[in-house]
């Protein structure tokens, strides 16, 4: 060092013993302060992000509360279920009434190829000894898949009729039918 004081470091050790004593505090205070801000900050940083975390799941359970005192009344939902279940009147398959057509229908639609867009609940009408059960069918096919669904629908052992056929598309038919089928009612032979 030029210019400047020069530390003489046998002084240093050879000095009386409380200035020896400041010396070593005042390092020990300098190692103690720089270790503390350095564990200090980053804990203050994972400090704050637990807090915004903390802040925003205060937020959200508050939002949630609110939600769950704007729902109606758990008994009130239940007696409006129950009425809506008694306005309902659900078509109950039965043995006889073509449930098992459906099935049939669906392994048609499979052999075939075509693919059931949608299926609408029958129509169930009486003609005399006749109980008629239509179905509204919408179905993707190209044109040898529908034809090899209308070959396997007449080779049927129920007897089987199509109407309301409308065909929309390109490549790939959307059929829109209605296959209905005939059914003997029981006790007329």
Same mark, same amino acid.
């Given at each position: 060092?030029?210019?400047?004081?020069?530390?003489?470091?046998?002084?240093?050790?050879?000095?009386?013993?409380?200035?020896?004593?400041?010396?070593?505090?005042?390092?020990?205070?300098?190692?103690?302060?720089?270790?503390? /801000?350095?564990?200090?900050?980053?804990?203050?940083?994972?400090?704050?992000?637990?807090?915004?975390?903390?802040?925003?799941?205060?937020?959200?359970?508050?939002? /949630? $509360? $609110?939600? %769950?005192? +704007?729902?109606?009344?758990?008994?009130? #939902?239940?007696?409006?279920?129950? $009425?809506?279940?008694?306005?309902?009147?659900?078509?109950? /398959? $039965?043995?006889?009434?073509?449930?098992?057509?459906?099935?049939?229908?669906?392994?048609? =639609?499979?052999?075939?190829?075509?693919?059931?867009?949608?299926?609408?609940?029958? %129509?169930?009408?009486?003609?005399?000894?006749?109980?008629?059960?239509?179905?509204? %069918?919408?179905? +993707?096919?190209?044109?040898?898949?529908?034809?090899?669904?209308?070959?396997?629908?007449?080779?049927?052992?129920?007897?089987?009729?199509? +109407?309301? #056929?409308? =065909?929309?598309?390109?490549?790939? #038919?959307?059929?829109?039918?209605?296959?209905?089928? /005939?059914?003997?009612?029981?006790?007329?032979?």
């Amino acid at each position: 060092m030029t210019g400047g004081a020069q530390i003489d470091w046998r002084d240093v050790v050879f000095a009386p013993l409380w200035m020896r004593h400041i010396i070593m505090i005042s390092v020990c205070m300098l190692v103690g302060g720089l270790g503390w /801000y350095l564990l200090m900050i980053p804990l203050t940083e994972v400090n704050q992000q637990f807090q915004m975390q903390l802040e925003k799941a205060e937020q959200q359970g508050m939002l /949630y $509360q $609110q939600q %769950l005192l +704007s729902l109606p009344d758990k008994e009130q #939902l239940k007696t409006q279920i129950e $009425q809506v279940k008694g306005k309902l009147q659900p078509y109950q /398959y $039965q043995s006889d009434n073509g449930a098992g057509f459906i099935r049939t229908i669906a392994e048609y =639609l499979s052999t075939s190829g075509c693919q059931l867009i949608d299926i609408g609940s029958p %129509l169930v009408s009486q003609q005399g000894v006749l109980t008629l059960y239509d179905w509204q %069918l919408k179905v +993707s096919a190209d044109y040898f898949q529908f034809i090899e669904l209308i070959q396997l629908l007449n080779s049927g052992t129920g007897l089987t009729t199509i +109407s309301r #056929l409308t =065909l929309d598309g390109g490549p790939r #038919l959307t059929i829109n039918m209605t296959v209905r089928l /005939y059914r003997l009612n029981q006790g007329t032979l």
